[in-house]
């Protein structure tokens, strides 16, 4: 409030439009920055959310190379570009002689020529050694099935960290190439090396098979280190006219997250071929190809043990030859069966999927098997 006392009229009159126009004039200042602060309230926004969306592709671009990565599909080479990179690295530690190294390089190129695995990480022998040793030892086990004959193959420098799939078909062939059921579907077949695997099923798409997987893997495996699963092992069993299924154990069916249902079909695949009350049963079923989230194993027989529980007989990929060897010692101890042996508390991921082999397909049989695969479903259980 204004403090002046004025007897002029004109001079109190032109005093107060002095007032009304320093008000007006703060009025307009006020507006003025209001108008700024909005706008550059408006402008930081703008950049924040510039710098947010920008920080978001960065981190979707990273989980997706991640994920790439991960699968093998980063344009990181293959199989043969992971082996010669690995031994060089091999080389330059000391731990692999030059010589060493060219004679290695010399046997790969030899093998990816001819499209057939050279045997490096195969042992052979195992399930006969098992028979052996669950006849003499093993007296804590009731019944035991064993699956067909079938060598174990583990993953080499080449195939480090992403050749589970491709090695467990390799052992699952190796059984089925001793099989005369099989004679006409595999006829002239030999153990593949990975990167003609990877050829076989890129094969099987062509003709039409799991195009939903097959877009997945951008239509192309060789020259990837792309995983490879119960699908793909589905596709390319199918397509060589091998009857197999796929069972999905989608949950948990026991308590604290194990799959009792799962050992149970194990055990009820095996122990059809009932041979009286042998404690030991080789059966002529060959083996079981078992999926879980990252990994796959070689499911090689079942024991079920004088408590009535269950275990399974796993061959893993991972596990090198030297500690498979011991299992061909004539005195087995118990001690090497650990890595074979998994009990239903063992299994505890949220899914298994596995591959079962039933026979052989006509090649009607086969087309129309191809046309189902369109839509790809999987028996689930429960």
Same mark, same amino acid.
């Given at each position: ?163 589970? =799939? ?5 052992? %699952? *062939?190796? !059984? +089925? ?6 004679? /006409?579907?595999? @006829? ?40 490879? =699963? ?5 596709? %390319? *069993?199918? !397509? +060589? ?6 069972? /999905?154990?989608? @949950? ?131």
């Amino acid at each position: 409030m204004c403090g002046l006392l004025c007897t002029n009229y004109s001079i109190l009159q032109e005093h107060v439009n002095l007032h009304l126009e320093e008000s007006s004039y703060r009025q307009g200042m006020d507006e003025v920055q209001c108008s700024s602060d909005l706008e550059l309230a408006y402008q930081l926004q703008k950049q924040e959310d510039r710098k947010r969306k920008s920080e978001e592709s960065r981190q979707e671009m990273e989980g997706f190379q991640k994920l790439q990565r991960q699968y093998g599909l980063d344009n990181s080479g293959g199989y043969k570009q992971q082996q010669l990179r690995q031994m060089e690295i091999e080389v330059n530690r000391g731990r692999m002689p030059p010589s060493e190294f060219h004679r290695v390089k010399a046997g790969m190129m030899e093998s990816l020529a001819l499209g057939i695995d050279d045997g490096q990480t195969k042992t052979s022998g195992i399930i006969e050694a098992l028979h052996r040793y669950y006849q003499n030892i093993a007296t804590d086990v009731r019944h035991v099935w064993l699956s067909a004959v079938v060598d174990h193959f583990h993953s080499s420098l080449g195939d480090k960290g992403w050749g589970c =799939g491709y090695r467990n078909f390799q052992m %699952l *062939l190796s !059984s +089925l190439l001793q099989d005369d059921t099989f004679d /006409d579907c595999l @006829k002239g077949m030999s153990i593949p090396c990975i990167p003609k695997i990877q050829a076989m099923i890129e094969d099987a798409w062509k003709e039409g098979f799991d195009p939903q997987g097959a877009s997945q893997l951008n239509n192309r495996l060789q020259g990837t280190k792309a995983w490879i =699963g119960a699908c793909e092992i589905y596709t %390319l *069993l199918t !397509s +060589l006219r091998v009857k197999c299924r796929i069972i /999905d154990f989608h @949950k948990p069916t026991g308590p604290l997250g194990t799959h009792p249902r799962l050992f149970d079909w194990i055990l009820n695949y095996y122990s059809s071929e009932r041979e009286g009350d042998s404690k030991v049963v080789c059966t002529s079923k060959p083996p079981i190809y078992l999926q879980h989230q990252g990994h796959s194993r070689t499911v090689v027989g079942i024991e079920e043990r004088k408590n009535r529980t269950l275990c399974l007989l796993i061959f893993d990929p991972g596990c090198p030859s030297p500690e498979m060897q011991k299992l061909l010692k004539q005195d087995i101890e118990a001690g090497s069966l650990r890595q074979l042996r998994k009990f239903v508390g063992n299994l505890k991921h949220k899914q298994y999927q596995i591959v079962a082999v039933e026979g052989a397909l006509s090649p009607e049989e086969k087309i129309a098997r191809r046309q189902a695969s369109q839509v790809f479903t999987a028996e689930k259980i429960p």
